[in-house]
């Protein structure tokens, strides 16, 4: 008896990745992770060092977490012919800004009302204040006037000196 192509011999496969960008700020970034391995790859199973994983080959992950993350690439042909990857401290997540904000009075009896508000988050180099939706400034101390009764929401979205941004109303 004779079995033809009963026996098969492969090359070793390459497994090789890289990244748009390795430092990003947490969940807001999407990542897209780049295969390099071997053109004979049928499987790919990567691990995001933070508890997620894909079987795509090139897939896109956020992190919500800040912190440094391993990433593996593990790679075969169907099935066979397994190689791995890992390549540590690959991800560095920066966490987001605590933003802290004050106001010089958040109660007034009468109209017109001078509203002063101040910043204090760490690091912050950039700074979007809104009343009710409307912007009034993008400076570190805003002064608004307000002549109307009512409720008014304070909104303020900051940028770190890394890129990173959060808000609070």
């Known amino acids: 008896i004779i079995k033809f192509d009963f026996i098969n011999v492969d090359a070793v496969l390459d497994v090789d990745f890289t990244v748009d960008d390795s430092i ?3 969940g807001d970034h999407i990542v897209s992770f780049e295969e390099l ?5 049928t ?10 994983s894909s079987v795509l080959a090139n897939p896109s992950h956020i992190y919500s977490n800040s912190g440094v993350y391993d990433v593996a690439l593990k790679v075969s042909k169907q099935g066979n012919c397994m190689q791995q ?6 991800i560095e997540v920066l966490p987001k800004p605590t933003v802290n ?17 101040e910043d204090s988050t760490f690091n912050a180099v950039s700074w979007t204040w809104k009343l009710n939706n409307s912007f009034i ?7 608004f006037l307000i ?8 909104f303020l979205e900051i940028f770190d000196d ?7 109303i």
Request: glycine share 8%; with cysteine; hydrophobic share 35%.
């Open 37 to 41: 391995a071997s053109s004979h790859v």
């Open 147 to 154: 002549d109307s009764i009512g409720f008014y929401d304070v």
């Open 137 to 143: 400034g993008n400076n570190q101390y805003q002064q």
């Open 101 to 117: 904000f004050i106001a010089s009075d958040s109660v007034a009896c009468h109209i017109p009302f001078l509203i002063e508000l």
């Open 85 to 90: 990857l890992t390549k540590q401290q690959f």
């Open 43 to 52: 499987d790919w199973y990567w691990d995001f060092g933070d508890g997620n």
């Open 24 to 26: 990003v700020c947490e």
């Open 162 to 168: 890394n890129g990173c941004k959060n808000s609070l």
